[in-house]
Every structure is written in C-alpha cells, then in structure tokens.
C-alpha cells in the first residue's frame, strides 16, 4: 500500500483533486472530515473546545458553530494555536485507525487529504509521497471569497495563517499546478498518478 500525503493552502484545490484521484481509484481519507467527526459532541476535543472557548461557541443544537469559532481563531493567532493543539491529535488518532484498516483490506493506494500537513507536525516519514496542490494567491483568495461567502480580508487571514506558499513548495516531492481550467488539472492527475504507480 502507497500512502500519499495531499496538501496545498486554502482555495488551491485539494478536493477536486482528491475527488479526481479517488474516480481513479485511490481510497482517500479526507482530513476535514475527520476533524468534524473529532469535535462531534460528547468527544474529548468537543469538550475542551467548550471549556476553552466558552458557550458561545456552540450552536443551538448543542454542536459546534464551526463558522463562529472560526471568526473567533482567525483574528487570534494564539487562539488559533490553542484549537489546533485540541484537534490535531484527535484527528491523528482518526487517520491512524482509518489507514490500518484500508491496510487490512489491502488498498493499492491512499490519499490523505490534508490542508495543514506541515503546520499540524505530523510524521512526514509515514508517507511515501508529498503532493501539493499549488495555484497563485490570488486564485485561492477569489475562490475561498466565492466558497465561503466571505469578504477579502476575511479571506486573507485564513489565507495568511497557513505556512507560505514557497515553504510548501520546497517540501513537497510532487506539485500540481491548478491555475488553468479542469482538463489541464485532469491530465496533470493522470501524469502524477501514473509516476506514482511506477516509481514509488
């Protein structure tokens, strides 16, 4: 099995690509998911996130209002550390039982769809590959503005809070270049799958 890290800033594309990767067949972990699945109420994280933050973080269903806690951590850096350092490793914790049983079951390849790969500190040596999705800034801001219904500042801390762009790039084994149109990012995925498959 072939476990292949997917990462990029916000708005670079990650799920269109990790959708295209599993239409060819990789198994994908999607780590947004997990980190739902990690603050769903009566978890560990659930718990601390409340006590940190306090009740107004909590919607009225007695879940977890993801857009005001965010509102609340992307204007505080040091609250923004304080989260992560909740979630991340609930969110290992998920990934780690996620592979060992797409290990039992023998899958050829696994992508974990990751955006903070390299802030989160996780063991880079698990994987046998880093792919990063990489577009301008200023596509990714028009596209998290577009996403997230949000204005341009609000848009730029996100941005902003995530390691530099050339930081990530000098990281990764393996970069896909999304600033054109959808056929060019298919075929990109076609070429990159393909080396994957040989050379690892």
């Known amino acids: 099995m072939k476990l292949i890290a997917l990462t990029g800033s916000i708005g670079s594309g990650k799920s269109t690509v990790a959708q295209l990767l599993a239409g060819k067949g990789a198994a994908v972990i999607d780590a947004d998911q997990l980190a739902r699945e990690a603050v769903l109420p009566n978890t560990a994280a659930f718990r601390q996130i409340a006590a940190a933050f306090g009740t107004s ?3 009225p269903d007695g879940t977890l209002d993801r857009v005001k806690l965010g509102s609340i951590v992307f204007n505080d850096r040091a609250k923004l550390k304080l989260l ?3 979630v991340h490793p609930e969110v290992r914790k998920l990934f780690e039982a996620r592979v060992r ?18 802030e989160s500190g996780m063991e880079l040596k698990q994987f046998d590959a880093v792919l990063l999705v990489d577009a301008p800034e200023e596509q990714c801001l028009a596209r998290v503005m577009q996403r997230d219904n949000i204005d341009r500042v609000e848009a730029e801390k996100r941005y902003q809070a995530q390691m530099p762009r ?8 393996f970069v896909i270049d999304n600033s054109g149109d959808l056929e060019q990012l298919k075929r990109q995925v076609e070429t990159i799958l393909a080396t994957i498959t040989t050379a690892l």
């Open 84 to 86: 992560e350092a909740i």
């Open 57 to 59: 973080v909590l919607g």
């Open 101 to 118: 049983k797409l290990r039992e079951a023998s899958s050829p390849l696994v992508v974990y769809a990751v955006p903070l790969l390299f």
């Open 166 to 173: 050339a930081e990530k790039l000098k990281r990764a084994q």
